[in-house]
């Protein structure tokens, strides 16, 4: 079986710290530590991982720059990961484009290679990103892990050819106690395992797919 | 016998004293007069009464991701773009008070909001209509949590509470203190045209089903 690319998105680094969760913990810091587990444990199942980023760059890293990465990948799937301190447990976010057969005046779907706008890359591929949301969505409700899926114009997603989802991991609401926060280590680790249940399904119903196509 | 100069001088010198005691009580009662009006929070004009109307607000809730429209009864200018301005303000203070679903910082929010004549685009199928410009405060926008899901909701409640109230408004951009704005905290896209549509929204969860149209909560713009 061909090993299945997946793109992971630390976001914000550099002078954009994204989220202040307090003095010593930033959502760039906290991406990239969430990312190097979720990197792990696909690896170990069997997906070949790339990632826009591996360290906090000096400089801003634009999301242009993560685009172009990614889209030069050829990813099967792209994770753009983030943090906050509103809500309450994992946000799927997929673009709030609209796919090329619904929009008025866009380009024909059929034709396979027309140029597709920078700012609107993503519209051809929101039915599999809101697939692949879905499948997610399930592996973290079977976790018991409360889950919202919504839909929101933010960059690098709107730009991504390819399957694209923001994770966005919220603090987790329990009865009696304060809620754990999103930097919560056995939070991360069951977040990432339904992770990794939901691309290998998501790749498994990807073969069938092209399978039965062919 | 007391000569005359000095009879005249003592006169004289009464006097002076009544007129510098005169003086003295007339520059008193104005220093009262003046610290008294400071201190009066009278409005100078008594205010004119507004009737006031049924308008929804498009109110977000962090925890389930949903807008839902309520009803209140606010008084609103009529001039278009202070109505707009006026209505943008009461929503986003609304947010700021105990016990918000959506809680963000009390302050000033909105500078201005302009409106703008849109032509209809045969092309794109597009009604004529107005752009709405929302010139945000920045200390509105650094002061604002950061996150994708917190930053779009407060995009999503205003661009619902003015589709709801002017229909007229066809689209809508954002500025802060006048200028052009990447993002609201880091997330939300604030260079981005928004369609000016209704955006009552309670996501729904996954389903387990193969049908990929399901599985997401109703689209918005």
Known sequence: ?214 | MIPRYQRILFWSLLGGILLMAAFLLRGCEQAHKRLTASLDATPIAAPTTTSTEDISLYLANDADASITPTPQHLALPQEPSVRARALLQQLLSSYALPGSAHPLQSGPTVDDVFLLAQPGNPSTASAPGQLAVINLRGSFVNSHPSGIQVEDLTIQSIIGTLHGALPQITQIRFLVDGQPHDTLAGHADLLHTYRAVDTAIRPTPPEAENNPDNATATPKP
């Open chain 1, 1 to 214: 079986m061909p090993r299945t690319i997946i793109l992971l998105d630390p976001a914000h680094g550099g002078p954009d710290s994204g989220a202040r969760f307090s003095d010593q913990l930033l959502e760039k810091d906290l991406t990239l530590s969430f990312a190097a587990i979720l990197r792990a444990s696909l690896s170990t199942g069997g997906f070949t991982v790339i990632a826009t980023r591996d360290t906090d760059p000096t400089v801003l890293f634009t999301a242009d720059q993560r685009a172009e990465i990614a889209n030069h990948a050829h990813p099967s799937a792209c994770l753009v990961l983030h943090a906050t301190s509103s809500g309450n447990g994992i946000h799927i976010v997929t673009s709030a484009l609209t796919p090329p057969g619904e929009a008025t005046g866009a380009s024909d779907p059929d034709t396979p290679h027309a140029p597709a706008p920078w700012q609107d890359a993503q519209a051809a591929f929101i039915p599999q990103s809101l697939r692949l949301a879905n499948e997610i969505g399930l592996a973290l409700l079977r976790a018991k892990l409360p889950v919202i899926l919504t839909q929101s114009s933010i960059h690098p997603l709107d730009n991504l050819i390819c399957p694209a989802v923001a994770i966005e991991i919220a603090p987790l609401a329990t009865d009696g106690s304060d809620p754990i926060p999103a930097a919560d280590l056995t939070y991360q680790h069951t977040i990432t395992q339904a992770i990794v249940i939901a691309l290998t399904s998501w790749r498994t119903h990807n073969t069938t797919a092209a399978g039965a196509s062919r």
